[in-house]
Structures are given as C-alpha cells and as structure tokens.
C-alpha cells in the first residue's frame, strides 16, 4: 500500500518440536507449507460448505479457515500453491501477561503444525482504548505471533484485520502503523463500512468506491483525494425504519442483513426496478416488493463495482485484494449462474 505496500501486506517463518499426524494428502509434499508468494494476493475467506471445489484457483493466494477444518481443503490448496491459514482470536485482556501470551501462540503454532497450515490471520475485532495495557499487549501479540510463526514454519504468513478506517472505529484504537510493520500484511475490512452519509440515515452502498479509496489511503498514509458525498436522487433513496446508530466516522454497525450473491443474481431480475447503477456511489442496486407489499432497496458489489476497487488497488501498488467469503456465489451447473461468478472471479484481478 504506498509506502506501507511492505506494511500492509507483507511475509515471514516458524518452529518447535511437535508430534505431527500423518499427511492426508495422497502426495506427501503437498504437506509441505507453501513457502513463495506471488505478486499480487487475493486472500479468500472459508467460512461453509464445499464450494471451496470451484473457487478459481488460478486466482487465490490464500485461505483464511472460518470453518472446520478439511484436510482435502489442505491438500487441494497446496497442490495449486495456495496458502491455508488458521483464524486467530483472542480476547486481548487475555494476553496482557506474557506468559499467558506466549501459550496461546504455542497453541496455533502447535495446532498449524500439526493440520499443516501456512500461517494464522489474526481477527481481533475488539475495542482497545489508546496507551492501556490491552492496547501494548495486542501490538506485542503481533510481534511474538509473527516471530514465532516464520521461525516454526517457514514461509509462513501472519496477517491482521483491521477496521475500514484506522481512527479509533468502533474504539479500536489499535497501534496500526506498528501492526502493519510487524505482521506480514494487514486485511482491510471495507466490506465492514457504514454508507456515506453521516447524517442520514438512508440506505447506501456499504463499501462506496470513494469512501472505500479514501480510508485506503488513510490507512496506507497516502494523500488523501477529494470525497464526493452527494447523495442518490431524492426519487430512489431509502429510508431506514429503524436507524440503528448515528452515522460517523467512528462508527462499525452493519445495518441491514448479509445476502448471498447468488440470491441477489435470482432477485433482481425480477424486482421493480432490474439493475440500477448509482454513479456517486458506483455501486449497483435495486427495488423490490415483499409480500406485504413493503418496498425494500438492495445495494451490492457486482464486477462493475468491483472492478473499479481492484484497479485502484492495482494503482496503489497494494499487495492484492480479498473477499469476504468466497462460498457465497453461485457455484451450480446452470450456465447464466456460472457466467455471473466468472465474472466475478475475473473482477479481483483487472
């Protein structure tokens, strides 16, 4: 990312004498850790099912594991050179003490080791309150976390998830820079984004394209360009029912649910209003009717949109592009289905 393109996505190794189960994998190299990276990354979460089968492969750097683990899943992700990494969260008050610290670390390493894993993302989403004991504990995780790691597994990779906006969101006001530096890279959760209109509490894209360049930049310490906040057309904005908080810079509350893709691709078609792009927001939405005749307004990213983000990354020399999750597309034999996830596949790498 910029200056911080070594800091926001970076890599490293690991040790200890462990007890290894035997490889699952038909070909015992396949577990061995992954120990090269490659120019750009594309970073796939792992959170149901097995749609993992028909991600495009020739795409994905890394698996984040927020699911049981599969040794086929272990096994497939290495025999097409991709890294498969653990979820590490800890509540932060618990490795204040060093000692404690230093045993949960033992443990991921202990447990990578054994499910031959490359490595840990590290997803701590906790309020942390500058200069406090948590606040010096989760900076010294990171370090002692990513030491541990490269010196027990080369080539092992130890990431972090950060807020959208590095300015105390939702009081995670983490050591970022430091963070960046000691991890490999950081994730950067735009997809966690409030949409921009501070002072309105109407529906809007929740990773609009210049909000979602703008805190990149922010956290990568990069000039800042000018925001255009305008908002829709008086005709097509969306009152919420219920404003769960006050918009602000500050904020982490999703409003509204999470819908699969490929539920969005069978809906739109068939909602009042089709397909509409927001060009302010470059993001597509749509209208539609439930069964009581309420009308509801769906933002969602689709290549177009998406395209425009990874080109920009591509333009920021960031270290690449991730998606939370990648089991939500449509992954089924029906041809108009398989198109739009090529599309999408296609998207992260303009």
């Known amino acids: 990312m910029g200056e911080m393109s070594a800091v926001c996505l970076m890599i490293l190794m690991i040790g200890a004498a462990v007890c290894l189960s035997a490889c699952p994998c038909s070909d015992p190299a396949l577990c061995d850790p992954i120990q090269h990276s490659r120019d750009s990354e594309v970073f796939v979460f792992h959170v149901q099912g097995n749609n993992w089968k028909h991600y495009d492969w020739s795409k994905v750097t890394t698996v984040g594991l927020f699911a049981p683990y599969d040794p086929e899943l272990m096994c497939f992700a290495h025999s097409k050179g991709a890294r498969f990494v653990l979820e590490g969260d800890v509540p932060v008050k618990e490795v204040v003490d060093p000692k404690q610290r230093s045993a949960w670390i033992a443990g991921k390493v202990k447990l990578a080791k054994t499910q031959y894993m490359d490595g840990i993302n590290l997803d701590i989403e906790e309020?942390?309150?500058?200069?406090?004991?948590?606040?010096?504990?989760l900076t010294d995780l990171v370090n002692e976390t990513t030491e541990t790691f490269h010196r027990e597994i080369p080539g092992s990779q130890v990431t972090f998830d950060v807020a959208y906006n590095p300015n105390c969101v939702a009081m995670r006001c983490y050591?970022?820079?430091a963070i960046a530096e000691l991890s490999d890279f950081l994730f950067v959760m735009s997809y966690d984004e409030p949409p921009p209109m501070w002072n309105k509490c109407i529906a809007g894209a929740n990773a609009?394209?210049?909000?979602?360049?703008?805190?990149?930049?922010?956290?990568?310490?990069?000039?800042?360009?000018t925001v255009n906040l305008k908002l829709l057309e008086v005709g097509n904005q969306c009152e919420?029912?219920?404003?769960?908080?006050?918009?602000?810079?500050y904020s982490d509350a999703a409003v509204g649910n999470q819908v699969a893709y490929m539920k969005i691709m069978n809906q739109v078609n068939s909602s009042l209003t089709g397909r509409l792009w927001d060009d302010v927001q470059k993001a597509a939405l749509f209208n539609y009717k439930d069964t009581e005749g309420k009308i509801h307004q769906v933002w969602y990213d689709d290549p177009e949109s998406i395209t425009l983000k990874?080109?920009?990354?591509?333009?920021?020399?960031?270290?690449?592009?991730?998606?939370?999750h990648g089991d939500l597309l449509d992954y089924s034999d029906d041809p108009v289905a398989q198109e739009q996830t090529k599309a999408m596949w296609k998207a992260l790498t303009p």
């Open 310 to 324: 990874a080109t920009y990354v591509k333009k920021l020399g960031l270290r690449g592009i991730g998606m939370w």
């Open 240 to 249: 919420l029912g219920k404003c769960l908080f006050q918009w602000a810079p």
């Open 175 to 177: 050591n970022y820079s």
């Open 208 to 225: 609009a394209f210049n909000q979602t360049i703008t805190v990149l930049n922010l956290t990568c310490t990069l000039p800042k360009p």
């Open 127 to 137: 309020s942390v309150l500058p200069h406090t004991p948590e606040y010096y504990a």
